[in-house]
């Protein structure tokens, strides 16, 4: 069966750095989307940052994250990563890996989910 596992959160001061990373497991990894998304204490899932599948040649970022976050893919090992640079303490949150039909950042198109790792920025 599909497997996702996200590893790589932790508590970090603003400004620092993080990266995320994800492994899919019992599919053809290269052939799906993936995405990573985000869920605060009391706010609602809010998609942060999606790739295409094959050679991840598309990619969609949350405006929030702009220009502070990259999200990257490598099917050799499948995995999916996110660095996510000049951290804010509003990112502070539980953040998911997915794999979804097509990159976006609705919830809607993602069919497998990881358990996810909490991301702590401290001000």
């Known amino acids: 069966q599909v497997q996702v596992m996200e590893s790589g959160g932790g508590l970090v001061q603003a400004g620092g750095s993080l990266r995320l990373s994800c492994t899919a497991s019992?599919?053809?990894?290269?052939?799906?989307?993936m995405g990573w998304f985000r869920q605060a204490p009391g706010k609602e899932r809010e998609g942060v940052s999606c790739?295409?599948?094959?050679?991840?040649?598309?990619?969609r970022y949350a405006d929030s994250v702009k220009g502070r976050f990259t999200i990257s893919r490598d099917n050799a090992k499948n995995k999916l990563y996110l660095q996510m640079n000049s951290l804010k303490p509003e990112d502070t949150a539980t953040y998911y890996c997915a794999v979804g039909t097509r990159p976006t950042l609705d919830t809607l198109a993602y069919n497998y989910w990881g358990q996810g790792t909490q991301v702590t920025v401290s001000s």
């Open positions: 019992g599919l053809t990894f290269d052939d799906y989307a």
């Open positions: 790739i295409s599948g094959w050679n991840g040649g598309f990619t």
